[in-house]
């Protein structure tokens, strides 16, 4: 077993070239690089493809060996792919804690999951979360600046569209209380969370319809219930999109001559000064 292992290590893993394999599975630079990463994306897609066909009953039960063994062979592959990006990269720990090393890992437990939890093999489409890669390979990285923007509006208005949400979650409660009272169980409206339940559908203007109700003041109610809505849809809307529109308009200011520039400017238009150090 020793003189195996030797063998392996002189053989084989000495013969591996870490940085060019670097190179190659997390940069998409190079020819190589780029040609990995579009056949990891046909293979991902693929791999998807298979697990949703998998869930139509018909197919499942006509061809449930084929998809099982196409379900073990991208899993294989899958997991060699992280086993190789754990060694070659230079800080192990970084890449499997990072974003990318855990939608990686998370992608083929759930195929381990299947052999003692049945049914768990389906959340395999958390796959898709690795198309994102495809930002990197059509070097669409200079949308970055403006998800920034959004993230920071969206982090800015958080305070706000909590007290929001506050609201709307005690005007439920009112709302389903009051139609618990007018309606009564004999309209559907057994209980205060029922009641808050239709609340709930109804200000979302979703309107299953499964609880509708039949009295006239309850009808009232239900009016007055919908109309909120329409304003419960604007609200955070116009929050985030006021706290973007504040950050669009925001010059970039010189740290050298004071001058103010375009937001988009990497450089001062009067001294020439680097604005994004």
């Known amino acids: 077993m020793t003189k195996f292992r030797l063998f392996i290590q002189e053989k084989i893993v000495k013969k591996i070239d870490r940085p060019k394999l670097y190179e190659i599975i997390f940069e998409s630079d190079t ?4 040609q990995f990463d579009v056949y990891l994306l046909w293979t991902i897609l693929a791999s998807i493809l298979v697990v949703i066909l998998d869930s139509v009953h018909l197919l499942h039960e006509n061809f449930k060996l084929g998809f099982y063994l196409l379900e073990w062979l991208f899993t294989a592959i ?4 992280y ?32 052999l003692v939890l049945y049914g768990s093999q389906y959340l395999l ?24 923007t959004l993230m920071q509006a969206m982090k800015a208005s958080m305070y706000k569209i909590v007290l929001f949400m506050s609201i709307v979650l005690i005007l439920v409660v009112i ?20 009641g808050i339940y239709w609340a709930i559908v109804t200000v979302t203007t979703v309107g299953f319809g499964d ?20 304003a419960i849809i604007a ?6 999109t006021s706290e973007m529109t504040k950050r669009t308009n925001i010059k970039n ?3 050298h001559c004071g001058t103010e520039n375009s937001n988009e400017a990497n450089y001062c238009n009067y001294c020439g000064e680097s604005l994004n150090d």
């Open 125 to 148: 489409v958390v796959r898709i979360f690795r198309l994102l890669r495809v930002f990197r390979i059509l070097k669409l990285t200079r949308f970055n600046k403006e998800s920034i």
């Open 78 to 81: 899958f997991t060699a792919e």
């Open 253 to 255: 200011c010189c740290p």
């Open 31 to 34: 020819k190589a690089g780029k």
């Open 211 to 230: 609880v509708v109700p039949q009295t006239i003041f309850g009808k009232i109610l239900s009016s007055i219930a919908m109309l909120i809505g329409y």
């Open 235 to 240: 609200v955070p809307t116009g929050i985030v």
């Open 83 to 114: 086993v190789m990006r754990i060694y070659i990269s230079p800080k192990p720990e970084k890449y499997i804690f990072s974003f990318w090393g855990i939608i990686d890992l998370l992608s083929i437990l759930p195929t381990y999951l299947s």
């Open 175 to 194: 709302l389903g209380t009051l139609m618990y009272v007018l309606e009564g169980e004999e309209n559907g409206f057994t209980s205060i969370p029922q």
